[in-house]
């Protein structure tokens, strides 16, 4: 692929040095022989007839076999380019089906990973990378997501990740995981009007989801599938500020914390 703002190529179309510059050629001289075309174009006499049967099949060329000897004259370029640009598509689907058909394989062939011990933990430092480990664990869950959320981050675009919550949550819902969210009553009011919408509209229309508003939720803490938890570290120097999410793999852990949740759940009221 050529750079942007470089000059276009017929190899960017997928001819080699030698196809590119005949078709070139017989576009100056008009129709030639395999002589003159080799003449013209730079293409050595021992290749020349290669190249030509080469573009020939690719309906870039015209033979005049009645000649002799025989003469050959590029097609018209806009409809030479037409031709190869349907060729790169046809190409592209074919690759594209490829690809698929070795997910599909090496889904069924790869086996998922073996559980890491109970304590396992990882963590993610800053407001962008807390929020991909977020949402990389979001996507992983496979049963059950419970999620706590209270005050949000000064340091976090609450409209932009709020979105991309709600769309990872719907991925899951799709996956029929279980989904309840416990909002505080102050995070329910700053959230943007769409996500609220999309709260109360999209993802309710899943029989697996569930939001309702407490007032007694502070933090903000994810269990998925009752054995992983992910909680969000303020800055110690700012409290308002996001400063590491903590994943840790503790299903005694994640049960006090879903215990912990059922019982403010009870308490808690529908989101409107």
Known sequence: MYPIGGMASLKDL??????ASAYRALLETGPATAKELSEASGVPMGRIYDVLASIESQHLVRSQAASRPKKYAAVEPETALDRLLDDRKRELAEKADQYEDIVDELTHDLTAPTAPDTGFWTAALG??????LLLDRLDAASNRIVLLSGTPSSSIDLRDVSGRVVDHLLDALERDVTVSVLLSRGLSRELPAEVNDAYVSDLSTYDDFDVRIGDTVDGNVIVLD??????????PVNPDEAFALVDLKDPSFAEDVVDEFEASWENANALE
Not at 14 to 19: R, V
Not at 226 to 235: L, P, Q, T, Y
């Open 226 to 235: 009752g054995e992983e938890v992910c909680i969000e570290m303020s800055n």
């Open 127 to 132: 407001p962008d990378e807390t929020i991909e």
């Open 14 to 19: 997928g001819l080699s040095d030698y196809e």
